[in-house]
Every structure is written in structure tokens, then in C-alpha cells.
């Protein structure tokens, strides 16, 4: 007896709206990582030499020139676009990489206005837990 193979109900639900496709999005963070690369002092065998030694594996300048090139469609592996990050000091690529997840990377500056506001929900918090114990204090029932 043969099974029959029933086809599968679960379909991939992709946001309509801003959605940018995942090729599209790869192909703006290679940009993006050229343009930085341009901008840096450093030359790109130096840029080379910092990703191969932060990642302990060997990346050629020829791989960073393929993987930036604007009619080239090799994709820059992720190590490498986080290592790039770390040395060049900038992850917007990555928010590029991540805008069709609607995912945004948080910087230092973003982080502290997140942390900002937990500080203040949590002191309005324990103000009004504060009013509540004096008045209960002062004779007040509930």
C-alpha cells in the first residue's frame, strides 16, 4: 500500500506594505558596505587583514572586491558583514539586510532612549505604589 503524501496548508505569510525582497535588501547592504569601504581610511587589503584576523579564517581583498562589486551577484557571507561592522564602526548595512523582517538594529544613542524609558515607566510605577502604601498608611481602606 502507498501513502499518499498529502500537500503541506502552511504557506509563507509575507507582510504587505514596505516589504522589500530578500535579494533586493542583500544587494542595498553590498552597496552599503561598499560605499563605507570606500569612505574608510583604511585600504582594503587592511580592511582584509582585520576581518580575516577577527574571524580566524583567511579573507582576501579579491573576496571583499567580488562580494562588493555592483554587477557581481556573490553574497557577502554574514560573518563577514558582522566583522565588517565591528572594524568600519557602522551596522546601517545591516539594517538594510533587516528591513524586510521590519527589524531594525538598535545603536548606542537608540539603546539609551530605550533604557530612558523603562526608567521612567518604572518610576511612575513605584510612585504610584508609593501613594497607594501611604494611604493606606494614613487610615485609607480599599
Do not use: Y
Request: charged fraction near 25%.
Amino acid at each position: 500500500m502507498s501513502k499518499l503524501k498529502k500537500k503541506s496548508t502552511r504557506q509563507l505569510q509575507l507582510p504587505i506594505g514596505n516589504f522589500v525582497p530578500l535579494g533586493h535588501a542583500l544587494d542595498e547592504a553590498s552597496s552599503a558596505f561598499a560605499a563605507l569601504i570606500r569612505k574608510s581610511k583604511l585600504s582594503r587589503d587592511e580592511l582584509a587583514q582585520r576581518v580575516s584576523l577577527l574571524l580566524g579564517r583567511s579573507v582576501s581583498t579579491d573576496s571583499l572586491n567580488a562580494w562588493t562589486a555592483p554587477t557581481n551577484r556573490n553574497r557577502m557571507p554574514a560573518d563577514v558583514m558582522a566583522a565588517l561592522c565591528v572594524i568600519l564602526k557602522d551596522f546601517s548595512p545591516l539594517n538594510l539586510l533587516l528591513a524586510p523582517a521590519g527589524v531594525v538594529i538598535a545603536d548606542p544613542r537608540d539603546q539609551a532612549f530605550c533604557e530612558l524609558g523603562k526608567t521612567r515607566i518604572e518610576r511612575e510605577t513605584l510612585e504610584e505604589r508609593e501613594r497607594e502604601a501611604l494611604f493606606i498608611i494614613k487610615g485609607g481602606t480599599r
